[in-house]
């Protein structure tokens, strides 16, 4: 089984979108300030993003934890 780039892709997104409106909702409490709540999670989304499609691909490349689908012939 092999995943494509565009589904890694995919997946970073729609995973930091949650984690960064998580940041920018702690860092608002912490704060006080929406300004520095936008600013670290805006940081934290593209630093994020990056480390995240490059984490799913090195792990696209191992096969730990996956099995060969059988195929039957009649």
Do not use: C
């Amino acid at each position: 089984m092999i995943e494509h780039k565009k589904r890694s892709i995919a997946k970073a997104i729609s995973w930091r979108t949650l984690g960064t409106v998580d940041t920018m909702l702690i860092s608002f409490i912490v704060t006080g300030s929406p300004l520095a709540a936008v600013s670290i999670g805006g940081f934290e989304l593209i630093t994020k993003t990056l480390l995240y499609y490059f984490h799913e691909r090195a792990w696209n490349k191992i096969n730990f934890g996956r099995q060969k689908e059988l195929e039957y012939q009649i």
